[in-house]
Each structure stands twice: as C-alpha cells, then as structure tokens.
C-alpha cells in the first residue's frame, strides 16, 4: 500500500496487480460518480437548465514533483504525462492539454441540436439525444463494415484488425466490462458506429446519440499529444462532413495537422530516427497524409490556406498492403509496385492523397500567393500543375471492387476519380476564366475544356446519388454546385462554349444537376439557398440560349438586364449563401453573374 501527500490529506492508494497502475480504494466509487457528474454535464449542455452540482474528484495521481506552490484552480502546472513512452512535459496555456478544453467544448456541438432531417423546421428547441449504449454486436459488425468498406480506404488512419480486437470483446459481458476502464476503445468504437449510423440510416441506432457516448471519452484522449488524439481529432472531421450539424472538418483537419507536425509525422521518420514499431510507423504517415488530404479538400472548398506547404513535407507516402499484414513487430507480403499488380484498399487511399495534395499546391501557387502578379509565371505555374494533373490521371488504378455492405459513399464508386479530376480542372482554370482581361483564343479553349469538366461532374453526381444509398457530404454540395455554376458561367461568358453546346445538352446537363441538388436539400435545410440559386440560374440560362439561337449565337449576352432574366429573389438567396460561408471560387463566379452579366 502506497501513500500520497495531496494539499495536506493522506490518500490511499492500492497497487493494480494486472496493471501494475497506482489507485485510491475507492476508484470504482470514484469513477462511477465521475460518469454521473459527466451524464448531468451533458444533459447541461442540451439543457441550459439541467443539474449544474460540481464534479466529484477525479482520482489522485502522484506527481513527479512538488506542487505544494501550484495553486489548483489555475488549471495551469507540471502533469507527469507518459504518452507514448514520452518523458515528463509541462504542459502551459497555449498547450495541446490547453486547446483540447477548448476543442472539446467545440466537438460537442454537433449534439446540441436535432438534425434538420429529424425534426420539423419549427420545432428547433427540442431536446437533442444523449448517449447510448454500444450495439449489439451483430449491430455493431454491420455499422462497422459500413466504415470501414466505404470511410477506411478514402481516410485509411485507424487500423481495421485492432478495432475488431476490441468489437469482438462486445460478445462477452466480461470483456466488455474491462472496456469500460479504456477510454481509447470506447471512444474510437462509438465513433466508428456513429459514422456507420450515417451510412446506414435504417440501422436501428441514432448517430447523434453514439457521437454523444463517444464525447464522453474525448477528454482522456485529447489531452495527450499522441497518434490517438489525432486519430481522435479525423474520426470527428469524418462525422462533421456527413452530418447535417457539426463542428467545421476544416477546424479539425487543420488541428489535426499542427499536431502532426507537432509529432513529426510530416518529416521521413528514417532521417528523424524516430523509435517506433512497424505498425506504428505505418500508422504515423496514415494518419499524416489522412489529415492532409482532409484539410487541403477543406481548404480549397472555403478558399483558406493551408496550415502547411507541400513544399515543407518530406514524409514518405504509406505503404501500399492491406491493413491484415500490418503487426506490431513486422510488415508480411509485399507491397503493390505497379498498375499490373492487383490493388489493395491502401492502392485507392494513396492515390487519393496525391489528388487532394495536388489540389492543395494550385490553393497554394495560384490562390493563395498575394506576390504572384507577373501573367508569365502565373501561366507557368498553371502548366506546370496542369502536367502533374494528367500525369495523375495517367495512373488512376481501375476501379474499385463494390463493398459488400454496398456503395454508400462517393468514393468508392467508379465516378470518383474521374470527378476529382475534373474539379481539379475547374480549381486550376478557374482565375483564368474569371479573368476578364485574359480574353482571346487560348482563353476560349479553357472556357471550353472547363465547360466539359463541369458537364462530365454533373452528370456522374447524377449517377452516383439518384436513385442510389450513396450517401451525401458538404464536400458534394459544395463541387456540385460549383460545378454546375461553372458550367453556366461558361456558356454565359464565351461563345465558344455556346457554340459546342447543343440545346439539349445544356438542359440535360442543368436537370441533372438540379435534381441532385433538390435530394440534398431535402436533406439537409441549410442546401436550400444552392438549389434555388443555382435553378433560378438555369433558368436564366435557358432563356438566354434560345434566345441567342433566334438571332446570332455568337453574340455576347452581356447586354441582357437582371429584371428580364432573374427573380426578385435570387439576390437575398446569394446573401444566405454568402452568410453560409463559400470558396473564393463560388465567390468569384458569383461576382461575375452579379457584376459582369446583370449589369445595374
């Protein structure tokens, strides 16, 4: 038996002959309160009129110094932390235990309110669910299968046998209680089923309820800066980007970044030396490029920077081989070489990371660098991607075999990578044809080869989400309807696109799009203002089209008055986007309708 002098009182405390950990004797009293206080804390925040008593005391640790000058409710002072084998830190106000009070508090927003597809829009002030227990595991195997055959090969940073290690425990009452004091497993599980919950809608489990039982553990995650915590920060991106309400997966993915570098996780770890097990290694560049590619997708979406430059990475790309011949000791079976070799689900994810790392250097040499002025090294630059690009699509691997749970996400379907290509075009060619100035024959071809790219999107969001469980994201809202607005940008601006563009083609091309837009806005309320934007255009366009077609089809539209052509409305639909928040790309395409096509 074990004593500790803390703030003048004598506790305790017994040694854990399996764990070896150091515990007062009343830990289970201890933690059973600690869950109590948590449950009422989490009511408060749906309820601002809850239980509002104060914590019980969480149990002592034994500190590695004396802190008999450290005033408690500082919340600031030396915690002898062993995350990863790591020594002691100190851990200040600007540290990662520091912002994961504040993260925390922000990842539990996502269940302060019902999503708008659960509930009637005057009926916002009901109560939000709370947490559950664990499915069932037959249950929990099908949600599981959901993200880990459609979310696991596009986000590849959990490992797929360790996470069954832990699913198999919910056959025994036994083996669960023991998960009970692993707040890692608990978390990571009911993430994993919360997002399976939002694949699988008819599953029996409310999402927002095992997102809520997974907050319950954020905090013991959180507050060590290791591969979990990051791990911890993407399975929230991954849920915020599927759900009607959440916290912003650009927030997170960039947070997840920083702390990546924190880690070192963006530098080759054979010229760190960094000590780690084969399975750990593997993981560490997972989780890197998993966080990378999410806030590079996030970042050209609202047009912000990147927290980091490609320039400034040197971390070596995963291995390409399954998750089942990762170990802890060693890596079994070789890893696929070439196009000839048969893919595995890491062939699809490393693939993926160059296109959403490609996406990220045009934000950052075309977008993003306020010194870039010269029209030469700006059209250079444009090659130079342009070159990288194709050479991407040169080396698209074929396509992905179809889960066995079913395609419910975007990724895995035959349409992803030739989509993604295209909206690379649209972000790559976009400045030029925004650029009224750059007039002449090579704009003309760019207006065309974007004019086609944002056709071809249109046309497979319309495949992939009609009439199919593919299931939506805000990253589809968004290129869809950048797409569509690309495309009627277009025809508005060159008539050359008019001129390759036959009048059937043009309404087969905006009813697509339109009808894809109408299904997520029955979803989600806050896509309504894209759907009417982007009807209320096409019809404009239409109009506009066989108008032309009477008279002379090369003629420019510039010439045609808002009040002919648009509803009154159009314009405070604009401001609901605009107050939404929007890329730089939407705004700019934006302001060329407003400005350059209904002049006032």
Not at 129 to 136: A, F, I, M, R, S
Not at 151 to 171: D, G, N, S, V
Request: aromatic share 10%; charged share 20%.
């Amino acid at each position: 038996m074990l004593q500790l002098l803390v703030n003048q009182h004598v506790v305790c405390l017994v040694e854990d002959p399996f764990t070896r950990r150091q515990q007062p004797r009343n830990y289970t009293t201890i933690l059973e309160e600690r869950v109590e206080f948590l449950e009422r804390r989490l009511r408060g925040l749906l309820r601002p009129d809850a239980d509002k008593s104060p914590p019980p005391s969480s149990p002592p640790s034994a500190p590695t110094e004396d802190d008999k000058h450290i005033h408690i409710s500082s919340a600031i002072g030396a915690l002898s932390l062993k995350a990863a084998g790591s020594e002691p830190c100190f851990l200040g106000p600007s540290s990662t235990f520091a912002f994961s009070r504040f993260i925390g508090t922000a990842l539990r927003q996502p269940v302060s309110a019902v999503p708008f597809d659960l509930i009637d829009q005057n009926h916002h002030d009901l109560e939000a669910p709370g947490p559950c227990q664990l499915p069932d595991h037959p249950v929990a195997v099908r949600l599981s299968n959901a993200y880990f055959q459609n979310i696991h090969p596009q986000y590849p940073f959990l490992h797929e046998p360790t996470f069954r290690m832990w699913e198999h425990a919910l056959k025994d009452p036994i083996a669960v209680l023991n998960l009970q004091y692993q707040p890692g497993p608990l978390f990571f599980m009911n993430m994993v089923y919360s997002i399976g919950a939002l694949l699988l809608p008819t599953a029996g489990y409310a999402p927002e309820e095992l997102y809520a039982s997974a907050l319950l553990y954020i905090d013991d995650i959180l507050c060590h800066d290791t591969l979990e915590s990051i791990q911890a920060l993407l399975c929230c991106a991954a849920y915020s980007l599927r759900s009607s309400r959440g916290t912003s997966h650009w927030k997170l993915a960039t947070q997840a970044v920083c702390q990546c570098v924190n880690l070192g996780y963006h530098r080759n770890s054979k010229q760190l030396g960094l000590s780690a097990s084969a399975l750990q290694k593997e993981l560490q560049k997972r989780t890197f490029w998993s966080a990378y590619a999410m806030e590079c997708s996030a970042a050209v979406m609202l047009g912000r920077p990147l927290s980091l430059r490609f320039q400034e990475i040197d971390a070596e790309l995963p291995l390409d081989i399954s998750d089942a011949c990762l170990t802890e000791t060693e890596v079994n079976g070789s890893t696929q070489r070439s196009l000839t070799d048969t893919p595995t689900i890491m062939t699809y994810g490393i693939h993926a990371f160059r296109i959403r790392s490609l996406l990220g250097c045009i934000q950052t040499q075309i977008y993003a660098d306020t010194t870039l002025s010269d029209p030469e090294i700006c059209d250079a630059r444009v090659r130079e991607l342009s070159d990288r690009l194709e050479n991407w699509k040169a080396s698209i691997p074929p396509p992905m075999p179809p889960p066995e749970s079913g395609t419910l996400s975007f990724f895995t379907t035959p349409d992803w990578y030739q989509a993604n290509y295209n909206l690379a075009i649209l972000h790559l060619f976009r400045v030029q044809i925004t650029n009224q100035n750059e007039r002449g024959k090579a704009v003309e071809a760019v207006f065309s080869r974007c004019l086609f790219a944002a056709k071809d999107i249109c046309h497979s969001y319309r495949r992939q989400f009609i009439g199919k469980p593919t299931t939506c994201t805000w990253g589809a809202l968004h290129n869809l309807f950048l797409a569509g607005l690309t495309y009627l940008y277009c025809l508005w601006m060159s008539p050359e696109a008019r001129r390759l563009s036959r009048h059937d083609q043009i309404s087969s091309t905006c009813i697509d799009c339109t009808m894809v837009l109408v299904v997520l806005a029955e979803r989600w309320a806050d896509a309504a203002p894209y759907r009417d934007i982007f009807e209320a255009l096409a019809s404009s366009t239409m109009t506009m089209i066989a108008d032309s077609q009477q008279g002379d089809i090369t003629a420019q539209p510039s010439h045609l008055s808002w009040e002919e052509y648009c509803p009154k409305d159009l314009s405070q639909w604009v401001e609901n986007v605009a107050e939404g928040g929007n890329s730089s790309g939407i705004d700019q395409l934006m302001s060329g309708f407003m400005e350059d096509l209904f002049p006032s």
